[in-house]
């Protein structure tokens, strides 16, 4: 995938937002996102990445809707060790993620895009993951 979609930001993600794969593009506006020893994790990065708040315009309301999109998600795969152990993990990290977690906000993927940038530049919007699989109902459990 690295020269796929250049000069334009690219990365593919799975449901519990790991990144199987992005651009040289995707790496230089989402700084540290493929830096870790574990497969990166967009959601990780959104709420334990210093960076991420600045890059992500409106950086709150991008990641409660990724929070109730993740949670959307952990109803339907509730089994799923890697998304457990993602859960606890942003739990352990972040102060946010223990506030908005218990609020139970849950939502499907139907956004155009992402906004990054700083505040001192320009915005770029990057297509949102999209789903393969159906919409369902949003639900509150």
Known sequence: MSTLLQPHPAYIIDGSYDVLSHNQDAAELLPNLTVTRDRP?????????????????????????????????????????????????????????????????????????????????ARSTTPAPRSTSPSSPITRW
């Open 41 to 121: 994790n967009f959601a990780r990065w959104v709420f334990t990445e210093p960076v991420a708040r600045h890059v992500l315009v409106d950086w709150e309301p991008e990641a409660r809707a990724l929070l109730a999109r993740l949670r959307t998600f952990a109803g339907r795969h509730a089994t799923d060790p890697r998304l457990t152990r993602l859960i606890e993990d942003l739990h352990d990290a972040s102060p946010e993620v223990r506030t908005w977690w218990p609020q139970y906000d849950v939502q499907v993927r139907h956004s155009d895009g992402n906004s990054c940038g700083t505040r001192t530049s």
